[in-house]
């Protein structure tokens, strides 16, 4: 099938080399000259597993082509939009603008008979605001939320764990449009529904919930645990054996209990705020007034890691070498957006402390935001000489591949604080390092 993809960032840029690698034929459509430019040569702009190689296979193949021309969406069945919806400036709201301005480029290039796909976070209402301007060229528009984390966005598009399609209704069903419109959605994903994938067909104030109450739920459940870690820390109780006990209860599930300095993003910290902005404007604040909770109690513990490593180096981290492992908001990405590791490692900047910063993948991203850090490629060599080092993303560089023994040579100072709870405390602790985790004793 013939499709366009409007936004070629994270997630436009991923669905549509997923899509051209199922067979499609498809051209993804952004403003922004350098990203496509960087698509076009098979080059992936940020870094993600997978992404390069289906790319070049996409591009080499003839199905996949980027563009910045808008009209180049004329003809494609399905269009998608994939456009961020940042947080607004100044507020909690979600910021539509980026939405609005690919839906009125694209409405030109309609045809009658096309859907337009919204994959964009957005808060619940908006599809019913646009639908009546998709209409009026004679196409459909669908809500079709995203699920994919970045680090696995390749695999979790071209084999989700599910699909959901809000299409139009009439009195809580598909109208006829809605079920047309959601048999063309089924074409699309043909492969993974054969697969099994559950392909759940709804409306549209259901779909754009579904996407943010997914994200709002694991945020809970990140701060719900980092929760119990501020009430292991009075008690002398250790939260990841806790964690381990609750998490063996079926119902609760381990994923998601990783207890630390909590999350980051460019997704669950807006999703969540947009989310209390929009329930606000509902007349129904009160029912997720919890979300503000989530959200503070997800911040201090960036605070909590600060605060350890001024404890651990003697009430003051003033001069002192601290070197910081990560600087992404989580292992597998570049992202640095609102990453609490990054955070962590300006505030003890702002503290005086010499701060050597190093990561795999994201030191590029973290260098042009905050060119005051010092930063170094090399792991070992950014250990060398360190009063304290400070774990804050968890890649398998720090928590798998590195040897306390071998750090306890090159680190002055015996001091780890195992910000992400992924350091293995007794092997740490018998090479000689004094080893402060979240919420452990
Ligand atoms: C998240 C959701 O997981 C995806 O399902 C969703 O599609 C995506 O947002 C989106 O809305 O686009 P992502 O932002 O890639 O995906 O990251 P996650 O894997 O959810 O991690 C988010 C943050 O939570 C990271 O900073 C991570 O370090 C932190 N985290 C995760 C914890 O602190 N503890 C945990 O146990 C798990």
Redesign the pocket.
């Known amino acids: 099938m013939r499709l366009s993809v409007i936004g070629c960032g994270?997630?436009g840029a991923v669905h549509a080399a997923a899509m051209a690698s199922i067979g499609h034929e498809v051209v993804g459509i952004d403003v922004d000259e350098r990203k496509v430019a960087s698509l076009s040569k098979g080059e992936a702009p940020f870094f993600e597993p997978g992404l390069q190689e289906i790319l070049t296979e996409g591009i080499a193949s003839g199905r996949l082509s980027f563009t910045t021309d808008m009209s180049a969406a004329q003809g494609a069945k399905v269009h998608f939009i994939g456009v961020g919806t940042p947080q607004q400036p100044g507020g909690y709201a979600a910021d539509l603008t980026y939405v609005h301005a690919a839906v009125d480029g694209l409405l030109p290039y309609l045809s009658e008979g096309d859907i337009v796909a919204g994959k964009s976070?957005v808060p619940v209402g908006t599809a019913e605001s646009l639908a009546p301007r998709v209409s009026e060229r004679g196409a459909t528009l669908v809500w079709n939320p995203?699920?994919?984390?970045?680090?696995w966005?390749v695999q979790?598009t071209v084999d989700p764990d599910r699909l959901v399609a809000g299409v139009p209704s009439l009195d809580g069903a598909p109208s006829e449009e809605g079920a047309r419109t959601a048999d063309v959605l089924r074409e699309v994903y043909h492969p993974s529904i054969a697969k099994g994938t559950p392909f759940i067909v709804t409306d549209y104030a259901t779909a754009e919930l579904v996407?943010v109450s997914?994200?709002a739920f694991?945020?809970t459940?990140?701060s719900f645990?980092?929760a119990m870690a501020e009430i292991a820390e009075v008690t002398g109780a250790d939260v990841t054996t806790l964690a381990d006990a609750i998490g063996h209860d079926a119902r609760i599930g381990r994923?998601?209990?990783?207890?630390?300095?909590?999350?980051?993003?460019?997704?669950?910290p807006k999703?969540i705020r947009a989310f209390s902005a929009r329930a606000e404007e509902l007349g129904r604040g009160e029912s997720v007034a919890f979300l503000r909770e989530i959200d503070a109690i997800n911040l201090r513990r960036r605070d909590r890691a600060v605060d350890l490593t001024v404890q651990a180096l003697g009430g003051s981290v003033f001069e002192k070498k601290v070197t910081v492992l990560g600087a992404a908001?989580?292992p597998h990405?570049d992202d640095i957006r609102d990453?609490?590791a990054l955070d962590v490692a300006v505030r003890l900047h702002g503290l005086g402390a010499d701060v050597t910063l190093t990561d795999p993948a994201a030191i590029e991203n973290a260098r042009r935001i905050h060119p005051q850090l010092t930063y170094v490629e090399d792991r070992d060599e950014a250990l060398r000489g360190a009063d304290a080092v400070i774990v804050v993303?968890?890649w398998d560089e720090y928590r798998r591949e590195l040897d306390p023994a071998q750090a306890a040579e090159l680190a002055a100072g015996l001091v780890v604080v195992d910000g992400?709870n992924c350091l293995d405390a007794a092997a740490w602790r018998a090479a000689g390092w004094t080893y402060y985790g979240m919420g452990r004793p």
């Open positions: 994270y997630l976070t995203e699920f994919l984390r970045e680090g966005a979790d996407k997914a994200n694991l945020a459940k990140i645990i980092n994923r998601f209990l990783g207890a630390g300095i909590g999350f980051g993003g460019g997704c669950l999703d908001f989580k990405s990453s609490p993303t968890e992400r």
